[in-house]
């Protein structure tokens, strides 16, 4: 009876074994979807694409990149919008301490210059066969939700090579036009311009001659009390009529990459800057205004000496 038991025992271990390896070594692991961040970016990709989403998803649950089979973001019932995140090459993607998956860069391939908005679906499955979903809607600059459009297009879309009903189309925010960038031993000067009513923050992104980030400038506009910034217009804030902005930019109006204030030694490597444009009046409410959907980023310039 004794022996008997045993191997009852030992059969039902292996048993137990053979299902958890079917199930991927996930176990009775589970991982439940609690909000989808996301953002939509126009900007010159390097693949030639201007229009790209970026997700996060943020979920509850003690899992790794090796528990997940897949974690999909896609409009529902259109397998052309959907998106996968490759944790299996990327498993830095997801980020356990943060409990979220993030990538960004996500073009919609049937054109590169226009992005599909509205009801969203969101789909994390593990390999044991959890599953959980969430739904958002995607929408349009300066709004909540898609106002009845079905997409975003930038500037360098062409109707003709991809129809889209003009009623069922909206402008994604669009890029600011640098006219001229100079600098000193103490400053950067750069002039640029935005025709669009729906940019609502910015900032500047510096690198050096190498294209390595150094940092980013203080927002145009305080986060707290938007107050806007001495260093652009002198305080008078951001024109968005298609007017030429003036900004002058020191040391002091910059963070370097972790956080930190720029020193001049790091400042003096500057020497190509881009322009950044926020919408956000969506969001705004006394004492936040930070948040966003639409970002836009202007072609990169060369800084001459002044």
């Known amino acids: ?55 996060t998803i943020y979920y509850e649950g003690d899992i790794g990149a090796e528990d997940v089979e897949y974690a999909e973001i896609g409009v529902p019932n259109d397998s052309e919008h959907v998106w996968g995140f490759d944790l299996a090459d990327e498993p830095g993607l997801l980020d356990a301490a943060r409990s979220r998956i993030s990538e960004s860069g996500f073009v919609f391939s049937a054109c590169n210059d226009v992005l599909p908005i ?12 959890s599953r959980s979903e969430y739904s958002f809607t995607t929408g ?9 459009y079905q997409y975003v297009y930038t500037a360098d879309y062409d109707p003709d090579a ?35 009513g729906y940019a609502y923050n910015g900032y500047v992104w510096a690198y050096d001659g190498s294209d390595n980030f150094l940092g980013v400038s203080h927002r145009f506009y305080n986060t707290g009390t938007y ?9 008078g804030g951001l024109k968005k009529d298609g007017s030429t902005n003036s900004a002058v930019l020191k040391a002091s109006d910059f963070y370097t990459g972790s956080g930190a204030s ?3 030694t790091v400042f003096g490597q500057i020497s190509r800057c881009e322009v950044v444009l926020l919408d956000g009046a969506q969001y705004a409410t006394p004492g936040d205004y930070s948040g966003y959907d639409h970002r836009s980023v202007s072609d990169t310039i060369t800084l001459i000496a002044d």
Not at 6 to 27: D, K, M, W
Not at 140 to 148: D, E, L, R, V
């Open 1 to 55: 009876m004794r022996k008997a038991f045993l191997a009852l025992i030992a059969a039902t271990l292996l048993f137990a074994s053979s299902c958890a390896q079917a199930g991927g070594g996930s176990g009775d692991k589970k991982a439940t979807i609690t909000g989808v961040g996301w953002s939509i970016q126009n900007m010159k990709y390097i693949s030639g694409a201007t229009c790209g989403y970026n997700f």
């Open 118 to 129: 509205g009801a969203t679906k969101a789909v994390l499955v593990l390999k044991n066969g």
């Open 140 to 148: 349009i600059p300066g709004m909540i939700g898609a106002n009845g």
């Open 162 to 196: 991809y129809p889209i009903p003009a009623g069922s189309r909206r402008a994604a925010l669009g890029r600011a036009t640098i006219s001229s960038g100079t600098y000193d031993p103490t400053s950067i000067y750069l002039n640029f311009a935005i025709n669009d």
């Open 227 to 235: 107050a806007a910034d001495p260093y652009l217009n002198s305080g």
């Open 262 to 264: 720029m020193s001049s």
